[in-house]
């Protein structure tokens, strides 16, 4: 009898294994699923991007597609979005001037101060007058040009704050919904979504495949194990006894 107890040792390491590598199958099924799904999250926030900025000031567009921007439940409103577009476009071509301006002034400064403070310092009388209103005319021109190149910052860091808040919210199921139905980006959406339930759906059925497999193995093991102490015995405990024996020298 003393093989039983043998084989019922190896029996139960073969269920810890089956069991260990059914946790660890499960574990890199979860990992390939999350995967997928911060694969698909990506895309999606790039596809709902591009469609937002496809809104620009001047550029026309559906009424189907400002009607869906109004609905998707966003709090981000059209006329915000291309004011800001606006306000960035202005700025971008101020930003140019100002620092044309300030490029001729600095030239200009340092035509007559070719060693910047030190000739304003070294200069005196009319010569001195004019370094020192040329390099006024620099510092306010260079000023001016930082001035909305900080205000520019501001409206790129809005529009950045206006994006987020439009992914946030449009990913919501109910904008999703109104989006794959009606908004412009429906083909493209309706795509992305098929695919990702088909790589989430080919990833589980080969795993589920596998550990039924594994189930299987765990089920014969078990029913193995369990014959092994179904057979009567009751009569053989003096050999059983006498087997051990034998079995510790």
């Not at 001047?58 to 004011?83: H, M, N, Q, Y």
């Not at 910047?116 to 009388?125: M, Q, T, Y």
Request: aromatic share 6%; net charge negative.
């Amino acid at each position: 009898m003393i093989e039983n107890l043998i084989d019922a040792r190896n029996s139960r390491r073969k269920i810890i294994e089956l069991l260990t590598k059914q946790q660890l199958d499960d574990s890199c099924c979860a990992e390939s699923l999350k995967h997928v799904a911060l694969h698909g999250k990506r895309k999606l926030l790039e596809l709902l991007a591009m469609w937002l900025v496809s809104f620009e000031p001047g550029k026309e567009f559906s009424d189907p597609d400002e009607r869906i921007f109004a609905e998707i439940g966003t709090e981000v409103s059209l006329g915000d979005w291309l004011s800001l577009q606006r306000r960035e476009t202005a700025l971008n071509q101020r930003t140019l001037n100002a620092r044309q301006v300030e490029d001729e002034r600095y030239e200009v400064y340092k035509r007559v101060a070719p060693h910047g403070i030190l000739s304003v310092w070294f200069s005196n009388g009319a010569e001195k007058v004019k370094a020192e209103r040329l390099q006024e005319e620099y510092r306010t021109a260079l000023a001016s040009r930082e001035s909305i190149e900080h205000e520019l910052s501001e409206v790129r860091e809005d529009i950045r704050k206006m994006i987020a808040h439009f992914l946030r919210d449009a990913v919501n199921p109910k904008s999703m919904e109104r989006l794959a139905k009606e908004s412009g980006v429906k083909a493209e959406l309706t795509s992305l979504i098929r695919e990702l339930e088909e790589n989430g759906i080919s990833i589980w059925e080969t795993h589920a495949q596998k550990q039924r497999a594994s189930l299987c193995e765990l089920e014969n093991e078990s029913a193995s194990l369990s014959h092994l102490y179904s057979t009567p015995s009751a009569k053989a405990g003096p050999q059983i006894i006498l087997s051990a024996n034998a079995g510790g020298k």
